[in-house]
Structures are given as C-alpha cells and as structure tokens.
C-alpha cells in the first residue's frame, strides 16, 4: 500500500512534533551518557592496576623493613671442623664474649653426632628460645673425630664422657659442665629446660681477677 504525499507530510509533521514535545527516543538518549564511560573503562583498569601493584609493593617493602635482621654466627659458632684450630677459635670466642656481656658455650661434639645435630635444630625451629640462647652465649664448637681428636684442647677441659658435652666459661674459667641428659625429654631436647638453663647462667657472676690489695 503506499502513502499519498499529503499522509506522508502529516507523518512527517507529526514525528517532528513528537521529537519537539518529548525529546529523542530513549533508547538512543540511554546510550549517549554510556559510550564516555565505555571509554573511559580501559583508563579505569589501567589506574587500578597500578593502585594494586603500588599497594602491594608497599606491603612488600614493609614486610622487609619489619622483619628482623639475619642473624650473623663466627664460623666457629656454626659447625663442627677437624680443620680448625680451637686455641685459636676460644680466644676469638673469648673475646667475643666479654666485649659483648655473654659466656662461651663450648659444644665438644662432631659432624657425625647426632644429638648435636638435635640440638642445633631445637634452636633453629624456636626463633625465641634462638634469641635467648645467643643472647646469653657465645658457641665454640669443637670436632673431635677420626681426622682429627683434638686432643690438647680437650685435654685442658674438666673430664667427661659422652658425646655431645657442653662448657660453659667466661674470662677467668670454665665453671660449669654437663652433658646434654638435662635438656632431655622423651628423646627430644625441651626448650623450656633449655630456657631454664639460660636462665640459671644468668646468675652466675664471673670470679675477679684482680688481686686484693696487701
């Protein structure tokens, strides 16, 4: 069917009409306010993916800042050796230790001893026991094995039997000797007895060297 011109103006005329009273149709006047944001949206994302990656370089930065500084132990202090001289390691521990207030804790043991082995590693896996302990203690270790027995050094200790045995000295002496049987509980060293230990060394005072006056 097709239009005659005179309906065809009056459509027209009506349109225009309903365009002047009512403004565009909606659906173009809901899509004209979205296409900025449309655009905007890469813009978006980039800006939030730089506030995470600031954010979590913040974090990163102050989990760093916060976390304690490793502890640095002489080479003495760390693992037993055939090769060391421990005349020479004990004055070095000596040394050490009164320049900074603590005792020597000499560890007569080897590489091939296990309980030594447990030892170090109740320190290792309880960070605040590790605290206390070096806190207080300066270790000497000192090898004896088949390479070599050490034995002038160990000649000059208080007698023991057993293996690992612990020394503890200051300047003037060594005055106190045990094997580890004490820290011991159901096969396992017990950081509390080892607490305890520290704990009784803290008591002791270091005999005077000076002579009293005639």
């Not at 560890?107 to 806190?135: I, P």
């Not at 002038?152 to 045995?165: D, W």
């Not at 607490?195 to 000076?210: L, V, Y």
């Amino acid at each position: 069917m097709e239009l005659s011109s005179t309906e065809l103006s009056s459509m027209t005329s009506l349109k225009e009409q309903t365009t002047r009273r009512y403004g565009q149709p909606r659906m173009k006047t809901r899509l004209q306010p979205l296409a900025p944001r449309l655009q905007a949206l890469p813009r978006f994302k980039l800006l939030l993916q730089s506030l995470v990656v600031s954010v979590l370089f913040t974090l990163a930065v102050a989990s760093v800042a916060a976390a304690p500084p490793a502890r640095v132990l002489p080479d003495y202090s760390q693992s037993y050796s055939a090769e060391r001289d421990p005349f020479v390691d004990a004055v070095a521990a000596i040394k050490l230790a009164s320049d900074s207030g603590r005792q020597v804790f000499i560890e007569v043991g080897g590489s091939w001893c296990g309980w030594c082995h447990k030892f170090d590693q109740t320190l290792a896996q309880n960070r605040a026991l590790a605290d206390a302990f070096y806190a207080q203690f300066v270790i000497l270790k000192v090898s004896v094995d088949d390479d070599n027995d050490n034995a002038a050094f160990i000649a000059g200790l208080p007698t023991f039997s057993g293996y690992p045995h612990f020394f503890v000295a200051d300047a003037a002496s060594i005055f106190h000797s045990q094997s580890p049987t004490d820290f011991v509980v159901d096969g396992q060293f017990a950081p509390e007895r080892i607490e305890a230990f520290i704990a009784q060394m803290q008591q002791h005072r270091p005999a005077s060297t000076t002579q009293p006056p005639q």
